[in-house]
Antibody
């Protein structure tokens, strides 16, 4: 069964840092690009970042560029999101999601999602 | 970047047809994708590449495209279809964009 399991969320003060992880299983992790998508309380979905299967290409939303870093360890089947200089508006449930098709990163929809991990930025 | 515009809410009675639109602004439209999200759950892909349905998604879900507007149609709506629906697309730089979401209420 294809599964994604996020972890690492929690309460952090404004200006602080946090690293999220997403453990993948049930598919050839290195063959698929992956994304992080977040959802603020009571709000819609917001794409945050994506990374190619090899990890050599990374993409970011303007709202997080320069503060967040996406990475992956294909030997551990794990995706990461390093979040620095956190702001109150970064408070959200963070989902990791698998791209629908294998190969190089070409946005074509996300067919598997984790259950999310909650990040709260507050003093 | 570009924006995708959805109606905030759509209401239908059971058995009727629900149509949810998603309009792109002036930038050329790429393929669109639709996700269903029920309260407290992760999104589920229900339509990809404007009109294609993933395996396991009921046939009552369909997608169409005309110009810069795509439409998700749910025929014979059931109570279990009550959820938030999001359209998604991407620009040529690889950046995804989501619409604001539409709350489907089954009366």
């Amino acid at each position: 069964e294809v599964q994604l399991l996020e972890s690492g969320g929690g309460l952090v003060q404004p200006g602080g840092s946090l690293r999220l992880s997403c453990a993948a299983s049930g598919f050839t992790f290195r063959s698929y690009a992956m994304s992080w998508v977040r959802q603020a309380p009571g709000k819609g979905l917001e794409w945050v970042s994506a990374i190619s299967g090899s990890g050599n290409r990374r993409y970011y939303a303007d709202s997080v560029k320069g503060r967040f870093t996406i990475s992956r360890d294909n030997s551990k089947n794990t995706l990461y999101l390093e979040m620095n200089s956190l702001r109150a508006e970064d408070t959200a449930v963070y989902y990791c999601a698998k791209e629908r098709i294998s190969g190089d990163y070409v946005p074509d929809g996300m067919d598997v999602w984790g259950q999310g991990t909650t990040v709260t930025v507050s003093s | 970047s570009f924006e995708l515009t959805q109606p905030p809410s759509v209401s239908v009675s059971p058995g009727q047809t629900a149509r949810i639109t998603c309009s792109a602004d002036a930038l050329p439209k790429q393929f669109a994708y639709w996700y269903q999200q029920k309260p407290g759950q992760a999104p589920v892909l229900v339509i990809y590449k404007d009109t294609e349905r993933p395996s396991g998604i009921p046939e009552r879900f369909s997608g169409s495209s005309s110009g810069t507007t795509v439409t998700l149609t749910i025929s014979g709506v059931q109570a279990e279809d009550e959820a938030d629906y999001y359209c998604q697309s991407a620009d040529s730089s690889g950046t995804y964009v989501f619409g604001g979401g539409t709350k489907l209420t089954v009366l």
